[in-house]
């Protein structure tokens, strides 16, 4: 299989640990383990004692017990644990879709939801977000999209990288096309739980479809993406059995300590959740006075989840000149539109970590300075 470059992590494998702020990341403040050990009484030891063997391939069962509380239909036995998300798509990608298929992938997009796809010479249809309309999904238009060989939809909400999330309306019309028309329903979820209105939170779709698979990690709002624990969970045996089988050849199994520690953070993910969220609405209150502030330069359409927002650029065409400007003049990464094959006049934010306001504060200085 040929496949492109991942080109978010081309331009992070570039940057990412050697530019001293960086202030686009995807994932919230992470936490130590020593923390999370200490929120189990024995944890501490046990941790100490384990050893280093293969593990479960589906995952270990006290982590996918843990796994199902966040779900409402949902049984351990419907889970399958991963190397994070990013194993997870491209395992249920390369074990139940095959050339000749065809997919709607919402745009813009993490790039693997649509590469992995192209890659094994899956055709792709882009269901787009309008800007103009805060980012909503081009809803009227999904039926047009849908071919006699269309096997799933590839939704990502609440959404990289604009922090757009599904309205109800919008999802109970793209479940009736994918009942109509027996249509896979790969809803990647990594961002739930990070709703500013618990309200709008939607169902997962692994919970509301016999074709529904839910993507979840521990990376993102957790802010635990060093321990590389994702999943997929569906209840529909036929396709769980070759996602299942198709993980041999991956990873065969996860990491036994990450799986240990995943089991403790999802038992205590209200404070984990919590910790984050604080830091996400402080950070995003002083985020939106700067954005006012050089409104002139920059607008965005607000998030309603997460700790990311695509913040449009007003003074140029040219995103990536201005990205690469302010690395080396303040130190501070920004992400710039390209990677997500989108245009060159978008970058993304984050907002998710504890030295934001530092990091803030140079960008303020690099605009007061050049702009
Ligand atoms: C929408 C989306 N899906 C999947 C992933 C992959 O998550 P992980 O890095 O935990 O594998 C990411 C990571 O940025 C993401 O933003």
């Known amino acids: 299989m040929k496949i492109k470059n991942f080109k978010l992590?081309?331009?992070?494998?570039?940057?990412?640990?050697?530019?001293?702020?960086?202030?686009?990341?995807?994932?919230?403040?992470?936490?130590e383990i020593k923390k999370l050990l200490e929120l189990e009484k024995g944890a501490t030891e046990k941790f100490f004692e384990m050893k280093l063997s293969y593990t479960e391939s589906q995952g270990n069962i006290e982590l996918r017990n843990q796994i199902a509380t966040l779900y409402r239909f949902i049984s351990p036995d419907n889970i399958i644990v991963f190397s994070g998300a990013e194993e997870g798509i491209f395992v249920f990608i390369n074990s139940i879709l095959e050339e000749g298929d065809h997919v709607i992938v919402q745009y813009p997009a993490y790039q693997s939801l649509y590469e992995v796809c192209k890659a094994n010479k899956i055709e792709v249809s882009y269901l787009q977000m309008i800007e103009a309309e805060?980012?909503?999904?081009?809803?009227?238009?999904?039926?047009?999209?849908?071919?006699?060989?269309?096997?799933?939809i590839l939704i990502n909400s609440p959404h990289n990288p604009t922090g757009y999330l599904v309205t109800k309306e919008e999802q109970v019309t793209i479940l009736e096309i994918c009942q109509k028309n027996d249509i896979i329903l790969f809803?990647?979820?990594?961002?739930?739980?990070?709703?500013?209105?618990?309200?709008?939170?939607?169902?997962?779709?692994?919970?509301?479809?016999?074709?529904?698979?839910?993507?979840?990690?521990?990376?993102?709002?957790?802010?635990?993406?060093?321990?590389?624990?994702?999943?997929?969970?569906?209840?529909?045996?036929?396709?769980?059995?070759?996602?299942?089988?198709?993980?041999?050849?991956?990873?065969?199994?996860?990491?036994?300590?990450?799986?240990?520690?995943?089991?403790?953070?999802?038992?205590?993910?209200?404070?984990?959740?919590?910790?984050?969220?604080?830091?996400?609405?402080k950070n995003l209150q002083e985020l939106e006075v700067f954005l006012k502030k050089f409104s002139n330069h920059f607008e965005w359409v607000k998030p309603l989840a997460g700790n990311i927002g695509f913040i449009k650029i007003k003074f140029s065409n040219e995103v990536e000149n201005f990205v690469e400007d302010v690395i080396k003049r303040k130190g501070v990464l920004l992400l710039p539109s390209t990677v997500f094959d989108y245009d060159n006049s978008h970058f993304r934010i984050g907002f998710g970590k504890e030295n934001f306001s530092e990091a803030l504060y140079l960008l303020e200085q690099y605009v007061k300075e050049n702009l």
Not at 223 to 245: D, E, F, T, V
């Open 9 to 31: 992590e081309r331009f992070y494998a570039k940057y990412e640990f050697t530019v001293p702020f960086m202030l686009s990341s995807s994932d919230a403040e992470s936490f």
């Open 134 to 152: 805060n980012w909503r999904l081009d809803i009227n238009n999904i039926e047009n999209l849908v071919q006699n060989n269309t096997k799933a």
């Open 187 to 281: 809803s990647d979820e990594v961002y739930r739980f990070s709703e500013y209105n618990e309200e709008l939170r939607l169902v997962s779709a692994c919970d509301l479809y016999r074709k529904g698979i839910s993507l979840g990690v521990l990376s993102k709002p957790f802010g635990l993406p060093g321990l590389r624990i994702g999943w997929l969970a569906l209840k529909n045996s036929a396709l769980k059995k070759p996602i299942q089988a198709f993980k041999d050849y991956t990873t065969i199994c996860n990491s036994g300590p990450s799986e240990f520690l995943a089991t403790i953070a999802i038992k205590h993910s209200k404070r984990l959740l919590s910790r984050n969220m604080d830091i996400i609405l």
